[in-house]
């Protein structure tokens, strides 16, 4: 018998649930491109990547071999008051990384980017910005919690290293975030162990 390994676009899985309000304006957005991976996941049969209520966003990627993503943004309850901006998520996976982002709220922004190794974004509230870049092997962590939070952080460190960034309250600020190429820099962490920040409002 005779085998192969998988080559880039074979292998792959999509379960993607979208449940839009009713009498929601502009209607939930998804994009993927897996056409560079092999072996990867997009949610799964028992938890579908899923976007709930209007105007939610997701635009998402992976390449390599191994690689999932997990995905949950739910505004349903600005969508039926018709007052919905929608949630944002842009995530990245290189390798066999496993990403997750769920954003439970209005208006919050995650942008996450990891290579071989786990990230998770978690939003609870409205007008969140999360933005966590995790270089090779590391892994990482943002919870928010409350309105207003920013988060820009990029992990480096030793394989297995972690860093998890905890803010809740609202109002909390680890680093700045702007958007686009005028981007602000993160928060940037090194690390050969296990870190965890957390922060609140005074």
Not at 170 to 195: H, Q
């Given at each position: 018998?005779?085998?192969?390994?998988?080559?880039?676009?074979?292998?792959?899985?999509?379960?993607?649930?979208?449940?839009?309000?009713?009498?929601?304006?502009?209607?939930?957005?998804?994009?993927?491109?897996?056409?560079?991976?092999?072996?990867?996941?997009?949610?799964?049969?028992?938890?579908?990547a899923t976007q709930r209520g209007d105007a939610n966003q997701?635009?998402?990627?992976?390449?390599?071999?191994?690689?999932?993503?997990?995905?949950?943004?739910?505004?349903?309850?600005?969508?039926?008051?018709?007052?919905?901006?929608?949630?944002?998520?842009?995530?990245?996976?290189?390798?066999?990384?496993?990403?997750?982002?769920?954003?439970?709220?209005?208006?919050?922004?995650?942008?996450?980017?990891?290579?071989?190794?786990?990230?998770?974004?978690?939003?609870?509230?409205?007008?969140?910005?999360?933005?966590?870049?995790?270089?090779?092997?590391?892994?990482?962590?943002?919870?928010?919690?409350?309105?207003?939070?920013?988060?820009?952080?990029?992990?480096?460190?030793?394989?297995?290293?972690?860093?998890?960034?905890?803010?809740?309250?609202?109002?909390?600020?680890?680093?700045?975030?702007?958007?686009?190429?005028?981007?602000?820099?993160?928060?940037?962490?090194?690390?050969?162990?296990?870190?965890?920040?957390?922060?609140?409002?005074?």
């Amino acid at each position: 018998m005779l085998s192969s390994a998988a080559m880039a676009g074979e292998g792959n899985l999509l379960y993607l649930l979208q449940d839009t309000t009713t009498g929601a304006v502009a209607g939930n957005s998804f994009s993927s491109d897996q056409s560079e991976a092999s072996l990867s996941s997009i949610g799964t049969l028992a938890e579908p990547a899923t976007q709930r209520g209007d105007a939610n966003q997701a635009d998402l990627t992976i390449a390599g071999t191994g690689g999932s993503i997990a995905l949950n943004q739910d505004n349903t309850s600005a969508a039926i008051l018709g007052a919905a901006l929608g949630n944002s998520a842009a995530i990245s996976v290189l390798g066999g990384g496993a990403a997750s982002v769920g954003q439970v709220g209005d208006h919050n922004l995650a942008d996450l980017e990891l290579i071989d190794g786990t990230g998770s974004i978690s939003q609870n509230g409205n007008d969140n910005i999360a933005k966590l870049k995790l270089n090779a092997g590391v892994s990482g962590d943002i919870e928010q919690t409350g309105d207003t939070n920013v988060a820009n952080l990029e992990v480096t460190g030793t394989a297995s290293s972690s860093v998890t960034l905890i803010q809740s309250g609202g109002m909390s600020y680890a680093g700045s975030y702007t958007g686009g190429a005028t981007s602000a820099p993160p928060i940037t962490v090194y690390t050969n162990g296990t870190v965890t920040i957390t922060q609140s409002p005074l």
